[in-house]
């Protein structure tokens, strides 16, 4: 085994101001993750990572709705939003945004016709397929949730490699596109 196989590889990790990605046209014309031309140019809002302290189960375990709160409330108080205006976004970045979106769509809005169709139909149904129908609304329900994660995958943070700072004053890009950080401001490697 040669030297450094097996070894976990450090990202590289690339902080770009918040005043930059703030102002429009701040921003290089090619891709951060893929390095292609940018066919398009995106306005979102990217937050940063929060830990909270404690233990979740002395938090929400005993206390609820009050310990869920508090947890909120830590949240709340540690998350900064940075507002990025025109990141470059190549075609392999827009299709691959473009499918996850619409496989969540497709489930969320199929789970939810199964799963009111199915209560709809039992309604109207006479009583000895109510049971068929009972498992078709826990299907479509169970739909519903599990498209939160192709959601979840077609987000801008994850399309993009991206997340704000904890402190907020800069956005962090992780394993960047050397035609990427080649265009950025100040930058003479």
């Known amino acids: 085994m040669a030297v450094g196989e097996g070894a976990q590889r450090r990202p590289n990790v690339v902080a770009l101001p918040a005043e930059l990605v ?3 046209g701040g921003l290089p014309s090619h891709c951060a993750r893929h390095g292609l031309p940018a ?4 306005d979102f809002a990217l937050q940063s990572k929060v830990r909270i302290e404690g233990s979740r189960l002395r938090q929400v375990g005993v206390l609820g709705a009050v ?3 508090e947890r909120l409330g830590q949240h709340a108080k540690k998350v900064r939003v940075t507002h990025v205006k025109g990141w470059p976004l190549c075609t392999v970045c827009s299709r691959t945004r473009a499918a996850w979106l619409t496989v969540s769509c497709v489930m969320f809005f ?3 016709l199964a ?3 199915s209560l709809i139909a039992g309604v109207l149904a006479e009583k000895g397929t109510v049971p068929a129908l009972a498992g ?3 299907a479509g329900f169970v739909v519903m949730i599990l498209a939160a994660f192709p959601f979840a995958l077609g987000s801008m943070a994850r399309i993009i490699g991206a997340s704000t700072a904890p402190e907020g004053g800069e956005v962090r890009v992780v394993n960047p596109s050397q035609a990427f950080v080649a265009e950025l401001p ?3 490697d």
């Not at 066919?39 to 995106?42: D, G, K, L, N, Y």
């Open 186 to 188: 100040g930058r003479t």
């Open 110 to 112: 199929g789970g939810l």
């Open 22 to 24: 703030e102002r429009p």
């Open 136 to 138: 078709v609304a826990v």
């Open 39 to 42: 066919v398009r140019r995106a």
């Open 67 to 69: 310990g869920t709160a």
């Open 115 to 117: 799963f009111a169709g």
